[in-house]
């Protein structure tokens, strides 16, 4: 398979099944666009009828084109045939029973109110509550005893807002210290936190134990503090920002993401990622809302035509920056053309439900922060592992060819098939489509790609 597009000057040419790139010129996009279609004479007279008043373009030109392709395809770099589909449902037996991360719930409650928030405020659709440091000091010793002979293990404070329960996330990161060379372990703390309670305490803490900090700011004042208030409706914009800006300082300007959220009412979220620029972020993430049907917050068709354009125009932003020397980061956009992810990430995706999975304040497993609550897909426990093997053994075969409108995606071994949770609340299965978000997903590879290629060819 093969996807051509157009973006910022580039004619780009993707070779799906191989992952070879091309930037080529006019005369080679088109003639790549017949060459599987039509015989060889046919395309170089469809060719040279296209530039017969181009003088740079000669028929020898249109021929050297035409070998240089047939020589790409001969070599796997065009044209190549999916043979991934025979691997798909054996590759996850190779670490089945073997977990790598948890998300640990550490507070399921929080001191905002977003009126989006797809925990329902922290509370996941049940009870308020806060992770006990037992329950927290069983969850890592039940990650210990099943990540087999991984030595680099994932461990996420979540919530609602884990600041809220700040003292056990001490206490949970000096037990993981204490016994992890005893186990030939490395334990890689994350937190994710709105900022309220961030004070000089907490940026010590993060600097010193943890590998990323994920920090939620929706950008503009009126934006922000349109969906991120108190219970009194009173907007976090202005409390959370300064400690934002101390918090990173004291990073060094690294290891942190600004997660943004980007609704109805701001499908134009490039002006959210500029005002983030200009209070000093540089590591930055905004994410299309996911809610219910008919909620106010969410992307209309018309909405979704703005946010591609934006993803556009954040290219285009991006590669000025990084010509004057003021570059910054957009995860959606870090992409590796040559070392990314191996054939087996790429066909079963993040492996929730099988490699990682959350702990809820009771010592609930479920296969995700995003499954919280759905009783269909808990999982277990910490204390007796894994017990509904079928909710399991779902997870472990769900792979992008087990969903039939990945099968003629061109950006299926980019996305993996696309997040189970969003399948699953969108319709009814994990594996099924959430089709916006695809849609978007395709768009950002799009000038994902287009940036790798032009700092490839350093433009």
Known sequence: MIHQYKLSGYNIVLDVSSGSLHAVDDVAYDIIAIFEEKSKDEVLKIIAEKYKDNKDVTPEDILECYEQVEW????????????????????????SGVVKALCLHIAHTCNLNCSYCFASQGKYHGERAVMSYEVGKRALDFLIENSGKRRNLEVDFFGGEPLLNFDVVKRLVAYARSIEKKHNKNFRFTLTTNGMLIDDDVIDFANRECVNVVLSLDGRREIHDRFRVDYQGRGSFDTIVPKFQKLVKARGGKGYYMRGTFTHANPDFLEDIKVMLDLGFNELSMEPVVCAPGDSAELTPSDMEIVKEQYEKLASLMLEREKEGRPFTFYHYMIDLKGGPCIYKRISGCGSGTEYMAVTPFGELYPCHQFVGEEKYKLGNIYEGVTNTAAREEFANSNLYKKEECRDCWARLYCSGGCAANAYHATGSVNGVYKPGCELFKKRMECAIMLAIAKELGE
């Open 72 to 95: 790409l395809k001969n070599e796997g770099k065009l044209f190549t045939e999916d043979t991934f589909e025979p691997m798909a449902d054996h590759l996850k037996t190779k670490t």
